[in-house]
C-alpha cells in the first residue's frame, strides 16, 4: 500500500519570508499523481498544487512552487512571501495511476503552517 | 453551481444511534468518496465510488455503509454509531476523464458520538 509521510506536525514562518514543508511517499508505481491541500481554519480543503510523476519539470502555481524528486520519492511545498492568509494545515496526498484511483487519495498526516508578522 | 454539498454540518449521537450522512455534487462528476478526519492522522478514505451502482471499501469501512442509486448523490450510513466515530467527516467528488482529476470537497460534517 502507498504511504506518504509528512515529518513536519508545525512550521513558523514570518510574513513575506519563504518556507518549505516536507513529503515523502513509497510506491512501487513508475507513474502517478501527486497533491498539495490547503485547510483553512474554515475547515474547506483546497487544492494548492498538483503534480504528475512523468512530468520532470516541478509545478508551479503563483508563490506556491514544489521540489519533486522522483528518484527520493520526495515532493517538498516551497511558499515564497508568505502572508497571512497562509496559515493553514497543509497535507500531501498521493493517488495511482488507475482511472478509478482518480477517487482514492492517500493522503500525509498534515502540516500546520504558522504565519508570523 | 453549488459544488458538493454535505449535511448536517454538525451532529450529536448516542452510542448506538444510526444516522446518514447526505453528500450531493451538482457536476455530473462520475467519481465520489468518504473520508473522516481525525486530529494527526490527515484523512483516511472510507468507501468510494466510481459510477452509480458501484461502491468499494477503502482503508477504514467499519461501521459505515454506502450506496450509489444516482450520479449526484453518495450517503454515507453510521449503522450503530460509536465514540471511535467520533470524527469529521468529507465527501469528496471527481471528474472521471482528463489527467489530475482533481478531487473537490464539500465542507464537512462534524460528528460527536457520546
Known amino acids: 500500500a502507498q504511504t506518504v509521510t509528512q515529518s513536519q506536525p508545525e512550521m513558523s514562518v514570518q510574513e513575506a519570508e519563504t518556507v518549505t514543508l516536507s513529503c515523502t511517499y513509497d510506491t512501487s508505481e513508475s507513474d502517478y499523481y501527486l497533491f498539495w491541500y490547503k485547510q483553512p481554519p474554515s475547515r474547506q480543503m483546497i487544492l494548492v498544487i498538483r503534480q504528475e510523476a512523468y512530468k520532470q519539470q516541478n509545478a508551479t502555481e503563483n508563490r506556491f512552487s514544489v521540489n519533486f524528486q522522483k528518484a527520493a520519492k520526495s515532493f517538498s511545498l516551497k511558499i515564497s512571501d508568505s502572508q497571512l492568509g497562509d496559515a493553514a494545515m497543509y497535507f500531501c496526498?498521493?493517488?495511482?495511476?488507475?482511472?478509478?484511483?482518480?477517487?482514492?487519495?492517500?493522503f500525509g498526516t498534515g502540516t500546520r503552517l504558522q504565519v508570523t508578522l | 453551481n453549488a459544488g458538493v454539498t454535505q449535511t448536517p454540518k454538525f451532529q450529536v449521537l448516542k452510542t448506538g444511534q444510526s444516522m446518514t450522512l447526505q453528500c450531493a455534487q451538482d457536476?455530473?462528476?462520475?467519481?465520489m468518496s468518504w473520508y473522516r478526519q481525525d486530529p494527526g492522522m490527515g484523512l483516511r478514505l472510507i468507501h468510494y465510488?466510481?459510477?452509480?451502482?458501484?461502491?468499494d471499501q477503502g482503508e477504514v469501512p467499519n461501521g459505515y455503509n454506502v450506496s450509489r442509486s444516482t450520479t449526484e448523490d453518495f450517503p454515507l450510513r453510521l449503522l450503530s454509531a460509536a465514540p471511535s466515530q467520533t470524527s469529521v467527516y468529507f465527501c469528496?467528488?471527481?471528474?472521471?476523464?482528463?489527467?489530475?482529476?482533481?478531487?473537490?470537497f464539500g465542507p464537512g460534517t462534524r460528528l460527536t458520538v457520546l
Open positions: 465510488s466510481v459510477g452509480a451502482g458501484i461502491t
Open positions: 496526498a498521493y493517488r495511482g495511476p488507475e482511472a478509478g484511483t482518480a477517487s482514492k487519495l492517500t
Open positions: 469528496a467528488s471527481t471528474p472521471s476523464g482528463g489527467s489530475y482529476n482533481e478531487q473537490f
Open positions: 457536476m455530473n462528476h462520475e467519481y
